[in-house]
């Protein structure tokens, strides 16, 4: 079964801090990672991450992936208060349809 | 671009009525992904259609039934409704295998 821890599960860190979510994973025949934000309802897409090493980057966000040792991570730079939201981890296994989900990293960015 | 839409956004019901979720997918993409967020907890898989047909399942009982139609939109179904369904349901739309667009859910909440 598919499998996917997040820590910490929550986080209190001040404006302009920089924090480092991480996701470790169990899964049959990987395929792909996601990470998501979601602040009240909706998870928004972040970034799908395939290759081990190579970083993907929008804006303060960042994502590494390593398949070697089943992790990735997901860095904020300079938090802002707008970056408080639940950030989740997903994977893909090959032949499988579906995305298993960790139980996600609260953060929350106090001014 | 029109992005998910799911409806309604709020629904009560009493335990053994059945309700019917409602999405639909962002333009263009042609499958959709159903999953079950209780509070505290990721997503979970209920199920995915593609182009009409379940295109696989988690671990859900079969109460838990969908449809997709032409125009790819869909339903999800759950009969005999308990306690535990309470939850939010998302809806999540996409063209490729995974990258995942969701809808800002519906809140259940069985009494």
């Known amino acids: 079964e598919d499998k996917v821890v997040q820590s910490p599960l929550s986080l209190v860190v001040h404006e302009g801090d920089t924090v480092t979510l991480n996701c470790s994973y169990e899964?049959?025949?990987?395929?792909?990672l996601l990470w998501y934000k979601q602040e009240k309802k909706a998870p928004t897409f972040l970034f799908m991450l395939?290759?081990?090493?190579i970083e993907k980057k929008s804006g303060r966000l960042s994502s590494i992936l390593d398949k070697k040792e089943l992790f990735s991570i997901l860095n904020i730079t300079a938090t802002q208060t707008g970056d408080s939201a639940v950030y989740l981890c997903?994977?893909?296994?090959?032949?499988?349809?579906?995305?298993?989900f960790g139980k996600g990293t609260k953060l929350s960015v106090i001014p | 671009e029109t992005g998910v839409t799911q409806s309604p956004t709020h629904l009560i019901k009493t335990r053994g009525q059945q309700v019917t979720l409602r999405c639909s997918s962002q333009?263009?993409?042609?499958?959709v992904s159903w999953y079950q967020q209780a509070l505290g907890q990721g997503p979970q898989f209920i199920f995915q259609?593609?182009?009409?047909?379940?295109?696989g399942r988690g671990n859900f009982p079969p109460r838990f039934s969908g449809l997709q139609f032409p125009n790819y939109s869909s339903e999800l179904n759950v009969n005999a409704l308990e306690l535990d369904d309470s939850a939010l349901y998302l809806c999540?739309?996409?063209?490729?295998?995974?990258?995942?667009?969701f809808g800002p859910g519906t809140r259940l909440t069985v009494l």
């Open positions: 259609y593609y182009r009409e047909e379940e295109n």
């Open positions: 999540a739309s996409s063209l490729a295998w995974d990258e995942q667009f």
């Open positions: 333009s263009g993409h042609n499958t």
């Open positions: 997903a994977v893909a296994g090959a032949g499988s349809y579906q995305l298993t």
């Open positions: 395939t290759s081990s090493g």
């Open positions: 899964v049959t025949n990987f395929r792909s």
